[in-house]
């Protein structure tokens, strides 16, 4: 099995180097940035791009989105909902949260906390019927629920090359040069 290079990681079987992460970083930016753009701002070949894409989405690595602002949109209330439930039931109702329509994300978690989601709705009535009504009739194990309205977002960053660029804080080395296989 070939080693991995230090600039390079293995992610789900794909070997991520420099190249794909500056790739993805572009894309973060613009998901509607044309590949031509890509390759000549990164100075390799707009088939390299196409074919680094391609094998990033069929992975799962990556999936290229618009990302809504919640307010602009009309989900004028916006929470945090931390639940307790006994551990037998944590993966099912994690799993049956994740259906909702509502409901943007879903995590298991452990601490004050075994599923933290978050819910988006128009009216604080359909938070608060979401929260007594909805889900203690579908999920009757909830021990505990905490809301925390988010009423001010000051950041919700999509920018992967400010989280790529963590791992030299880390002691990773920089990205090296790119060379182009094409």
């Known amino acids: 099995m070939p080693i991995a ?17 500056r790739i993805i970083a572009a894309l973060s930016r613009n998901g509607r940035q044309p590949y031509r753009e ?3 701002d990164l100075k390799v070949s707009e088939a390299t791009v196409r074919q680094r894409v391609s094998r990033l989405t069929d992975s799962g690595l990556i999936r290229i989105a618009a990302v809504g602002n919640f307010i602009a949109l009309g989900f004028d209330v916006v929470a945090l909902i931390h639940l307790k439930v006994p ?21 298991i978690s452990f601490g004050s906390a075994d599923i933290i989601l978050q819910s988006l709705h128009t009216t604080m009535h359909s938070l608060h019927n979401f929260i007594r009504n909805e889900m203690p009739a579908q999920l009757p194990h909830i021990t505990s629920v905490e809301v925390f309205p988010q009423v001010e977002t000051l950041k ?27």
Do not use: C, H, M
Request: glycine share 4%; proline share 9%; aromatic share 14%.
């Open 5 to 21: 290079k230090p600039e390079e990681r293995d992610v789900n079987g794909i070997n991520l180097d420099a190249l794909d992460k």
């Open 38 to 40: 890509i390759a000549r």
């Open 87 to 107: 551990p037998a039931y944590v993966d099912d109702y994690a799993r049956r949260i994740a259906e909702y329509a509502s409901v943007r994300f879903v995590s």
């Open 156 to 182: 919700s960053s999509w920018t992967w090359e400010t989280w790529f660029g963590l791992e030299q804080e880390a002691g990773f080395p920089p990205a090296s040069p790119i060379d182009d296989p094409e």
